[in-house]
């Protein structure tokens, strides 16, 4: 709104200092410093509001060090990061781009689906929550939305535009923005797979079957990651502090790939008006620092599904929008960890069981961060150490760029 409302007043009548909301680095600030400030001033606020309402976690006995402590914190406050993400975003951001759009529209789906599934186990007493069925109906949803935007709408394009080899200048009359299915794949030569290439080698060339690879794909890619943050969301920090490292890579990348100087210099695919996604980027940054704010260990309150489910999607979808969605295994590599943790866990206590009679354990508890609880670490070492492992993942990530 804001942004919108400087346009009319620089353009019309020329204020001085309204142009400065043309600048993105300048609304991407602006917006870091506003969702902290909401996030950290409203976020007691709404602590506040939900000890009145008695809405708190009833945490699960599991022999835990601590876990007594942990019992009627908080939770659900998931909330303070959706609105510390959203408000901003509407008031800086260019709300007529189509990529602000798709973002503003999958918070609310997600949120909407975290706060249907902490209601549940909160005020009906159900600790299992939305059954994982409708969990993964509201994510295929969404990953359908997102996947149908991204192949019919003509105003998600990429440049590929040829380079004067005598000259280290941009040609920019030979630019031109194409309708193209391309992502960033690491590991392979020029770093990008054409989406269409795979349909026409497995459906055969000018078939319509695209859809079904690129939607499946979004679909599996949106509720991995939104659970298996869900899954990584036990130690107080731990979520939070992860996702804000990776929101701030693809902040770099966002940034990088919106902005053609950026992209043909460091030689990556350029995206026309992808860079706004760096104000969203820039919200959901601040709400996640803000949010640590009270999540920090002692935490004052827990994101609950409210947050974490959002948070995760949002990762996806934000990864597939600026075409880094095959980054995520090792961008998110603590989020598959603790995920894969979970898998070869029961997977084989079953196994064992059906062959022996008595399941046995791989690891002393899953996820993976429990395990080292059982070990006798305490959770902010835990939990330190994890930030660590996933800044290191991050810097990788962003070096395979240059591994071709």
């Known amino acids: 709104m804001l942004y919108h409302l400087f346009e009319i007043l620089e353009s019309q009548f020329n204020l001085p200092g309204a142009s400065l909301f043309s600048y993105l680095s300048f609304r991407a600030a602006v917006t870091v410093i506003m969702s902290l400030v909401i996030s950290i001033v409203f976020g007691k606020k709404i602590i506040n509001f939900l000890k009145i ?21 908080p939770t659900m406050g998931g909330i303070i ?28 789906i997600l949120g909407l689906i975290g706060l249907i599934d902490d209601y549940i186990k909160v005020f009906k007493k159900d600790k299992k929550g ?13 990953g359908i939305f997102v996947g149908m935007v991204l192949l019919t709408n003509n105003n998600i394009t990429i440049v590929e535009f040829d380079k004067n080899l005598n000259s280290n200048k941009i040609e920019f ?35 319509n079957y695209l859809w079904l690879i690129i939607l499946p794909i979004i679909i599996f890619i949106i509720a991995a990651v939104s659970n298996s943050n ?9 979520s939070a502090g992860l996702s804000a490292i990776i929101v701030f890579t693809l902040g770099v ?40 704010w009270y999540n920090t260990y002692p935490a004052s309150v827990f994101m609950g599904d409210t947050g974490s489910l959002t948070v995760g999607g949002l990762i996806a979808v934000i990864s597939i929008l600026i075409r880094k969605e095959l980054l995520i295994p090792i961008l998110c590599g603590v989020f598959l960890l603790e995920a894969l943790s979970v898998i070869i866990q029961v997977s084989y206590f079953k196994l064992t069981k059906k062959q022996t009679g008595v399941g046995k354990r791989v690891f002393l508890m899953s996820p993976i961060h429990h395990h080292f609880q059982k070990a006798g670490y305490h959770e902010s ?18 070096l395979t760029l240059k591994i071709r």
Do not use: C, H
């Open 81 to 108: 990061i959706i609105i510390g993400t959203l408000v901003p975003v509407i008031l800086m951001s260019n709300l007529e781009n189509i990529y602000i759009q798709i973002l503003i529209i999958s918070t609310i």
């Open 173 to 207: 009359s030979k630019i031109e923005e194409v309708k193209s299915y391309k992502t960033t794949i690491p590991f392979f030569k020029n770093n990008e797979l054409d989406y269409k290439e795979v349909s026409n080698s497995i459906f055969g060339k000018g078939s």
């Open 230 to 238: 869900n899954l990584t969301d036990g130690l107080d920090g731990l």
């Open 381 to 398: 070492k835990i939990v330190s150490r994890l930030w660590i492992i996933g800044i290191f993942l991050a810097v990788i990530t962003i």
């Open 53 to 73: 309402k008695q809405v708190g976690e009833n945490i699960r006995e599991l022999g835990l060090d601590g876990e007594d402590k942990k019992d009627g914190t």
């Open 253 to 292: 990348f966002a940034w990088t790939s919106g902005n053609i100087i950026f992209s043909d210099y460091l030689n990556i695919m350029y995206i026309p008006r992808v860079g706004e996604i760096t104000i969203f980027i820039a919200a959901l940054l601040g709400s996640l620092v803000g949010f640590l």
């Open 130 to 142: 939305l059954q994982g069925k409708f969990k993964i109906a509201g994510q295929s949803i969404l």
